[in-house]
C-alpha cells in the first residue's frame, strides 16, 4: 500500500511550499476566503445593471465599489464600459471614464475604492505586533500610460500606504501586484465597522498624495506624481480581478460561485426586483388604504438599514388581495428594520378591508425596493 504524503504548508515565500495548479499554498489561503475583496471580478451590480453612472461624492457603483470625487461629474462608472474584451478567464470588469479635462487642486481627490468590514480582516494584526503582509493584485487597463498610484487606509484616514504600479502599453490589459507589510500601529477596526479601504486613484492633489511605500499617519489616497485619469477628456480606467489577501505573494484569482458571490454583496446592499406581478412579502390591512408588510432579506445584512430606495413612481407598486390587485397611489414607505428584514406600508386607492391580510406586488418591471447597509 502506498502512502500519502501531505507536506506542512508555512509561507508562500519560503519554506516547505509546493506548488499545485499553478497556485502556491498558504497556511492563509487553505482557510476558504483567500480574497478578502468582494465583486472583484465586478460581477455583481444590483444597483445599475450594466448602466452607466457619474456617481456623486461617496457613491457605490457596481456592488462594494464606491467612488469619491470632491468636484461633481468629473467621471463615470459602468460595469464593462467601452464593450472591450476582459482579460482571459473574466467576463466583467469596472470601467471609470474622464468626462473632461480637469486639473486636480491641491485638496482634490478622485478614486475608485472598496471599504472592508473588520470581520473579515482582524485576521491581519494590524495595529500589532503581529501585523501580517498582505498583497493586492488585480488587471488593469488604461487609454493613459505611466506610474499610476493608490492607497490603503483605516477607517478614520489617520494611517495611509500609497502605492504605485505601471502602465506600460495604453489599451492593454497588464497584470499588477503589490505586497504591502502590515502596519504595527494606527486603529484598525475588527468588526462590523470600517477596518481598511483599497483605493485605486484617479487623480488626486498634492495634500491627498505620499510617497510610495510607506506608512504614514495621515490620509493619503495616492502616491506623489501618480497620473490623473480626470486630467484628460475621455481617458479610461478599467480594472477587474482585484484580490487581496494574506501573505507576500499573489495567487491565482479565487473564483467564488455566483450564488456565494452574491449573497455576499447582500450583506451590505439588497435590491428586491421582483418581476412584474410577483410578490415582496406579506402582511396586514392597517386601515382602508393602508396595508404594512415584511419584507425579508435573504443575508443577515451588516447592521439594520435606516431607509428604503424605491423606483419614485407609484403605478410600479400594488398590493394584492382577494380577487383584485388596488394599485398604489403613492411610493412605498419605510417603517422599521432590523438585520433580518424590513417592515414597509403600501397605500392604495382607500378599497382595503382593515384587519385584513394581504401581499405587497410589483405592478411591473420597473418596480424594487432596495436597503443599504454599506459602511
Known sequence: MS???????????????????????????????????????????????????????????????????TTASKFSVQRNAGSVTPPVGFTNYLGATSLSAYSVSASDFYTVQQPMEGYNTADFGWGTANAKTITLSFWVRSSLTGTFGGAVFNA?????????????????????????????????????????????????GSTYSGTAGAWAGTLYTSATGAVSVVGTNGATFYITGVQLEVGSVATPFERRDYG?????????????????????????????????????????MRTSPTALEQSGTAGNYAIQRSGDFPACTSVPVFDSANTQSAFVRFTSTGNLTAGQGSSARSANSAGYLGWSAEL
Open 156 to 204: 478614520d484616514g489617520t494611517r495611509s500606504y500609497p502605492f504605485t504600479y505601471t502602465v506600460s502599453s495604453a489599451n492593454t490589459w497588464e497584470y499588477e501586484t503589490i505586497t504591502i507589510a502590515g502596519d504595527t500601529s494606527g486603529s484598525w477596526g475588527t468588526t462590523n465597522g470600517i477596518s481598511l479601504q483599497i483605493c485605486f486613484s484617479l487623480g488626486a
Open 260 to 300: 456565494r458571490e452574491l449573497m455576499m454583496c447582500q450583506r451590505y446592499y439588497y435590491r428586491n426586483t421582483a418581476p412584474s406581478g410577483s410578490q415582496y412579502g406579506s402582511g396586514y390591512n392597517d386601515s382602508t388604504a393602508n396595508a404594512y408588510f415584511n419584507i425579508p432579506f435573504p443575508v443577515t
Open 3 to 69: 502512502t500519502l504524503k501531505v507536506n506542512a504548508v508555512t509561507d508562500a515565500s519560503g519554506g516547505n511550499t509546493a506548488t499545485i495548479n499553478s497556485m502556491t499554498p498558504t497556511a492563509d489561503s487553505l482557510q476558504g476566503f483567500r480574497n478578502r475583496i468582494i465583486n472583484g471580478d465586478m460581477r455583481i451590480d444590483q444597483r445599475n445593471a450594466g448602466a452607466s453612472v457619474t456617481p456623486a461624492n461617496d457613491t457605490y457603483t457596481l456592488d462594494r465599489w464606491k467612488s469619491y470625487q
